[in-house]
């Protein structure tokens, strides 16, 4: 195996966590406010039906093939050449994603506090920073997890100090169009809700993997919960303006002042949130590294770390002259995209393998009975 | 073309076999292969006036702009 580290359950968790968690929290408020207007805090709970799925499915496909990670048992389940354009395929989203998200962490950092700094400094000093991670292998990956969900934690405990800026009357008309915004607000943050696939380059990995089910939607269940209040406390300060700011949440903790003196807080909020993004970006950047050492079959992972940065770097400027286009992927494609090759894609392929499966133990089963039985009956099949 | 961008890349890629090939000399010819193809496609992309060119995000958003207007 290319990767000798060892995770936990719980930090295999944590990770996905961070990893969907991290860009969602400060750009969902908007997207979903947009389409649900002031139902949004229901949207999250819609959308994590996809997270629930995508975790069925990354847990079922370990179970059959436990030591191989996606790229590998496409080829298994679908035969070797679609198999490997599956897994091209697979490599392309995650290692463009990374771009992006490296982009929008970028572009949020810019926007909000370092107006002077040409962006690719932002960009090529994270992707540096994920790629010493990287090289460092999973189990550095899930340390620095299990230690930054903690400090990611702080931001809601910092919550309640907006009580007074809170207006109940927000809420209501609860539903007032029907569920069908609330459903619409959801679409965005599904995509995010899907990116827990990940973990499926994770699983080989995981020590106690019979708890890998349990974790992975104890995870979904906690991003859902954190969204949806988030969302809830974005309604109640701002009502159904939440959708006019770009970051509502760093709006939103800018706020806080409690006697003149604890102000300013959405610094601290940035810093959490930066390090959540650190592991988001690598997680992404880990799973695109593996993945591309495992399609093409290398004896190790470690020195094609720095070339696919640059790629990464490359892809965060490619065709995004500016943030509205940047944002317009975020709003056009990526709530169809990532479900599609995240969630959907990796269904069908379950579907298929458990059918192989199926259709196998049929065969030894009719063989052991009657070898010579069987032996025309497959052969029937074949033809 | 921007000189300067073509000779701080050059360096960087000179600077990238430096710290690679000591591990990578052990290592079976295709994985010298993926290190040296990957780094020279990221060198030649980094020579183009990326923001401005059309490359992958364009052709996901346009495959996928029809849902995306439904959405609207």
Known sequence: MLEQGKISSAQMGKMIFLAVIASAVTAVPSYS????QNDLWLSPAWASLTGFLTVYAAIALNKLYPQKSVVEYSTDIIGTI?????????????????????RGYAEFIIGNFLPQTPISIVIITMIAVCAYAVKAGVESIGRT??????????PLILMPFLLRDMKPDFLFPMLEHGLLPSLKGALIPQG??????????????????????????????????MLTCINLFILLVFGTQAADYLYPVMVAFRYISIADFFENLDSVVMTVWILGMFVKISIFYYATVLGTSQWLGLADYRPIVLPIGILIAALSFWSIPNLNQASRFDVISFPFYGPLMQTICPLLLLGLALLRKKGKQQSQAQMTMAPEQAHTHTEKQEG | MKWGLVAGMSALVCILFAIEWPRLSRLPRRDKMTFIALVFIGWVLSMFDLPNLPGPTTMINEIFEPLGHYLE
């Open chain 1, 33 to 36: 406010g947009k389409y649900a």
């Open chain 1, 145 to 154: 997890a299990q230690l930054f969900f903690f400090f990611f934690m702080f």
């Open chain 1, 192 to 225: 995010y809700f899907s990116e827990a696939f990940l973990m499926s380059f994770f699983l080989p990995f995981v020590t106690d993997r019979g708890k890998g089910m349990r974790s992975g939607m104890l995870t979904i269940l906690g991003i859902a919960l």
């Open chain 1, 82 to 102: 679609p198999g490997k354009l599956f897994g091209l395929l697979i490599l392309f989203f995650y290692i463009h994603m990374t771009g992006l998200i490296a």
